[in-house]
Every structure is written in structure tokens, then in C-alpha cells.
């Protein structure tokens, strides 16, 4: 049974950072497309960093030199580094995984492509 459990989430003033883990349990992780996904209440899924098997990565515009997306996978965990973090980051990020190889553009982009979702870390920046 896949399970992917996030932490790291919290609350920070605006110009500060946080680090998200993603820990994959029974996921043959190296193999896979993954990424970083946020939501507000009310709001779709936005993705904000994916990384594919090789990993290469690609992120949304606004937050393009301001995140890091990368993967540890001896520890099968997946981390969204966050730094100089702006009010408008305030939301709920889950990481996802799917066993398909999706380009780091279109599909990579959709969330209906991942098959596997963690519970979601909130995080909330302070003016």
C-alpha cells in the first residue's frame, strides 16, 4: 500500500523559510513523477514544483528562484525547500506521486495525473 505522509509545515513572517518533507511508504520511489501541489479553501490545485524520474525539475512562475523541489531517494522522501516566503504562499501543500513518467510540462502540471496524494502540510506566512 502506497502512503505518503508530509511535515514541515507552520507559520512564519513574510521573508521567511520552510522545508516540507515528504515521506513515501511502499512506493518504488526513484521510478516515478512527483511534485508539490497547494490549495486554498474553495480553490483548485495549483502545482507549484514537480520533479521527474531523472530528476529534472520545473516550477510554477511565482515561485521560480524563491523554491527548491528535490528528492533523497535512499531516504524515499521528497522535499520543497521555501525560502524569502510572501503572504500569498499561505496554503495547503500536499505532495504527490504516480508510477507514470509525466513531462515536466502539460500532463505534469495536472493533478488528475498523480495517483497518489499525501494528507497535506498547511502553511501560513504572516505580513
Known amino acids: 500500500q502506497v502512503q505518503l505522509v508530509e511535515s514541515g509545515g507552520g507559520s512564519v513572517q513574510a521573508g521567511g523559510s520552510l522545508r516540507l518533507a515528504c515521506v513515501a511508504y511502499?512506493?518504488?520511489?526513484?521510478?516515478?513523477?512527483m511534485g508539490w501541489f497547494r490549495q486554498a479553501p474553495g480553490q483548485g490545485r495549483e502545482g507549484v514544483a514537480i520533479?521527474?524520474?531523472?530528476?529534472?525539475?520545473n516550477y510554477v512562475d511565482s515561485v521560480k528562484g524563491r523554491f527548491t523541489i528535490s528528492q533523497d531517494n535512499a531516504k524515499h522522501t521528497l522535499y520543497l525547500q521555501m525560502n524569502s516566503l510572501k503572504p500569498e504562499d499561505t496554503d495547503m501543500y500536499s505532495c504527490?506521486?504516480?508510477?507514470?513518467?509525466?513531462?515536466?510540462?502539460?500532463?505534469?502540471?495536472?493533478?488528475?495525473?498523480?495517483?497518489?496524494w499525501g494528507q497535506g502540510t498547511q502553511v501560513t506566512v504572516a505580513p
Open positions: 520533479i521527474d524520474e531523472s530528476g529534472r525539475t
Open positions: 504527490a506521486a504516480t508510477f507514470r513518467r509525466l513531462p515536466l510540462y502539460g500532463d505534469g502540471w495536472n493533478p488528475f495525473m498523480y495517483m497518489y
Open positions: 511502499g512506493y518504488a520511489y526513484s521510478r516515478a513523477s
